[in-house]
């Protein structure tokens, strides 16, 4: 079965400019998360998905920050302007329904300079 | 809100010592219980969970107990290999919540042949 799968890996951008990370979960999971982790933190959840509806996005700083997942499948996270503090690794989860097991990508890598 | 508690790091153990990593959560209602584990440029991966209290979880030699008492889910492993070397992070998961997750900031560890 294949796993989470997020592209790309690593993105280096300078302040003020726009990135773009895309997700697509594990099939058959309607339920697709993305946290931001940074450096010496844990993950800490941004936005979350039931098929192709935000279920919680309270956390998303949504002046910079947008997500979408149009079909209910993939999905994309982007920034714009990006900051120097949203440096951090980005990571998809997905899992089934009503289930609390998340299964993570291995995460896109975002250094803002 | 819902809140968990890690010890702080770093972990240095020589091969085959004992380790345990303190774990305590703050949560209203009954989550499920989880610990993921970080290897160096990896995403992160489910290592063992706990449904409900005085469930065991347990997995490639390590183990957790779900202790609603004192609010705790440690993680420990009676002989650890260099292998093991990774960070550890504790959260937990709200079962009402289609699976919304809290994770503690992390645990490294570094076992030294």
């Known amino acids: 079965e294949a796993g989470v799968a997020q592209s790309p890996r690593y993105k280096i951008i300078e302040k003020r400019q726009s990135v773009a990370f895309w997700c697509n979960p594990i099939?058959?999971?309607?339920?697709l998360y993305w946290y931001q982790q940074i450096l010496g933190q844990g993950p800490k959840l941004l936005i979350q998905f039931q098929n192709n509806g935000v279920v919680d996005d309270s956390q998303l700083p949504k002046d910079r920050f947008s997500a979408e997942r149009l079909k209910g499948v993939d999905s994309t996270l982007k920034i714009q302007p990006a900051e120097l503090g949203d440096s951090a690794v980005y990571l998809c989860?997905?899992?089934?329904?009503?289930?609390?097991?998340?299964?993570f990508g291995e995460g896109s890598w975002l250094t803002v300079v | 809100g819902d809140s968990v508690t890690q010890m702080e790091g770093p972990v240095t153990l020589s091969e085959e010592a004992f380790l345990t990593i303190n774990c305590t959560y703050t949560?209203?209602?009954?989550?499920?219980l989880f610990w993921y584990v970080q290897y160096p440029g990896e995403g992160l991966q489910l290592l063992l969970k706990?449904?409900?209290?005085?469930d065991k979880g347990s997995n490639k030699g390590f183990e957790a107990t779900y202790r609603k008492e004192t609010t705790s889910f440690h993680l420990e492993k009676g002989s650890v290999q260099v292998s093991d070397s990774a960070v550890y992070f504790c959260?937990?998961?709200?079962?009402?919540?289609?699976?919304?997750?809290?994770f503690g900031d992390g645990t490294t560890l570094t076992v030294k042949p």
């Open positions: 959260a937990l998961g709200d079962n009402t919540n289609a699976g919304k997750s809290t």
């Open positions: 989860a997905s899992s089934l329904p009503l289930q609390p097991t998340l299964y």
């Open positions: 706990a449904t409900k209290a005085d």
């Open positions: 949560a209203t209602g009954y989550p499920s």
């Open positions: 099939s058959g999971h309607a339920t």
